[in-house]
DNA sequence: CTGTTAGCGCTTTCAG
DNA sequence: CTGAAAGCGCTAACAG
């Protein structure tokens, strides 16, 4: 039936119904009133064809391609694929598909990468947590139509849509000081990172609110390993006081709390663990994992939203952010009355039976209320 | 400087150049010998106009767009991120982007979804596990260049990358009949997962060569609820004697073990359990799971490596199968003297304590050496 | 209502 | 070695 050999094109299906390309094209674009006989003729044309219209062609004429690229840090996040996953869903629904980039952690490749990937799409959704703010600010204006997300950007022609960390951390404070915590502990993320300077700052708001609390800041990382390697060091601070940790992110926590096991730390009897995005894991953790939950999925839905606004040439939106929610789960509870009390406790003895004495206060930074 | 109404076209590169529209594509894709003068005059307007070649033009006239698609049921789980991961990282090194297309599941809708998304790219890639393999033998071929990954298709112009899950089930049990367990219970994936008809099979070889061993397949699923939901299933079988749990992945795996845990078993004391896929999660659980690690990232990296020879028009390579590699951790082990020799243990006592008394013996089906 | 005619921006013969 | 011209496949005026 059909020619195998060479796709067919619209002058195939025209020369075959025995009618002109453009009422193909018509009949087939629904546009105008056409005779009906002439697009059931088409039709036919088309079936025996096989007939497929170019891509390629439609893109050339029409200027855009129904495809919106997303450039992400690492596919591997679970909040960077929440957000995929969202606007890959979304953007499904009014025909467009989404191109990936991921720029593999490398930072300094990411406006190259960016500007490539927007090349060949219609419109680009920034992930780029490590990217300094000023670069940023200067690149995403050049992409437009874009839409940056998980950062804030101070340019209302590039809709935002973010999670307000600082509010989240604020949050989380608030609980565990609600439980009696008053020495905690902060894992930090990347430095680099947008979402770790938002941390740090809801961080110095709740030390601010609550006069009797202090909060250590540990330079730590965003990822399982990070979390591990970080457990000596919080051992340590438990030794010397601190009752409860707050992760950057679940994956830190879910990665410190099976070695704080492992050096004799009770959880959450000698010390309280949070993390932050509430991965689905959280809740299977051992023991479940308190956590602020962000809308992953939501967040990529919205921003689509944001970007077919743009694409459709209306002005940009508001920018968003979402507020973190609190789930509140067995990792953290009140301190033990013999640790909240006094400065000696019993579990700290079993801690250093067989965690290293090595101090690492030299990397810790007390939050002032200045800081 | 440059119009910023309209982007630069070549023929305006060309003008400015004072060169004809050819010059400027020759200089640009450095093809034949140009004159030094005229391609310094080329970049120069290329440069002030900044200038870039519209993919669509390029497109319509190559015949394709250096893109390939990848379509996946699930974009949240971690062995199809890791494809893709590896699939994107590979494809970017070789000038081509990754277009996602999740089908949400609707196993239905994919081949509509697989049609449309090869349809805007040179390429494709089928991540279909449920959909039904006549369905599938028949669709590949049609949207040749293609492969199919995480499955095997018997079409040799079809390439395949996929995992030897029932080898590595097989595996699985040795290792478990090596630490002396004999009565094992299997949590089933997807009736409709190709890689679940994989691992029974896997499984009836290992019952086959171990004869004292045998396996309950009770019906369970593949995330992390669904092995939430199984434990009391599981709960039972323990009490009526089983020693080990091999859950379909670690999704399931990770979910099961709280669970059981609640209900007063202990892992590996009571009841040991193993995952498949070996997440990165897995050595963090409590306790450490014991998986089949499958190379996710290089999987996407062959699947890559196979599309590029396809579109180079080259022949299909052999299909590739990874063998799963054990992971041995800490939940599994040995099971106790007193449940390996007694036909009642202690443990089941603890266990019934909290374990609703349900049978479910129903929904189980032990597997004979034929079945 | 339908056919004709220009392009969309780029590459590539084919002359010169 | 370079320019002119012919498309790639499709859509959108513009006439009829």
Not at 132 to 160: E, H
Not at 182 to 203: I, K
Not at 288 to 311: D, F, H, K, N, Y
Request: a neutral charge; aromatic letters at 2%.
């Amino acid at each position: 039936m059909a020619d195998r050999t060479r796709p067919a094109t619209i002058a195939d299906v025209a020369a075959r119904a025995g009618v002109s390309q453009a009422s193909v094209s018509r009949v087939l674009n629904g546009k105008q009133n056409v005779d009906p006989a002439i697009a059931t003729r088409v039709h036919a044309a088309v079936a025996a064809l096989g007939y497929t219209p170019s891509i390629a062609a439609r893109s050339l004429v029409h200027g855009r391609n129904d495809t919106v690229a997303m450039v992400v840090p690492d596919l591997e996040n679970p909040l960077f694929q929440g957000i995929l996953k969202g606007l890959s869903l979304a953007a499904a629904a009014d025909g467009y598909r989404v191109l990936v980039a991921d720029t593999a952690e490398q930072a300094d490749e990411e406006p190259a990468i960016a500007r490539e990937a927007r090349h060949r799409c219609d419109a680009i959704v920034l992930c780029a947590p490590r990217m300094p703010a000023p670069q940023l600010r200067a690149l995403a204006p050049l992409l437009a139509p874009a839409v940056v997300v998980n950062r804030s950007l101070d340019d209302p022609a590039v809709p935002t849509v973010g999670v307000d960390y600082a509010r989240g951390m604020r949050d989380l404070v608030d609980h565990l000081a609600g439980l009696g915590h008053t020495r905690l502990v902060y894992l930090a993320g990347p430095d680099a990172s947008s979402s770790q300077g938002e941390r740090m700052r809801g961080l110095r708001d709740a030390v601010t609110a609550h006069p009797g609390v202090t909060v250590d800041a540990l330079p730590c990382g965003s990822r399982l390993d990070d979390g591990h390697r970080a457990a000596d060091a919080v051992a340590t601070a438990v030794r010397a006081g601190a009752t409860a940790v707050i992760a950057f992110n679940d994956l830190v926590a879910l990665g410190l709390m099976p070695r704080l096991v492992e050096l004799g730390l009770r959880i959450p009897d000698d010390v309280s663990v949070a993390g932050f995005d509430d991965v689905p894991l959280a809740r299977y953790a051992t023991p479940p994992l308190t956590s602020m939950s962000v809308p992953r999925s939501e967040l990529g839905a919205q921003v689509w939203s944001r970007l077919r606004a743009l694409i459709a040439g209306e002005a940009s939106e508001h920018a968003l952010l979402f507020r973190p929610r609190l789930e509140h789960r067995t990792s953290t509870a009140p301190p033990s009355e013999a640790r909240r009390t006094a400065g000696v406790r019993e579990a700290a003895a079993a801690a250093s039976a067989s965690a290293p004495a090595t101090a690492t206060a030299s990397a810790t930074a007390e939050l002032g209320v200045g800081a």
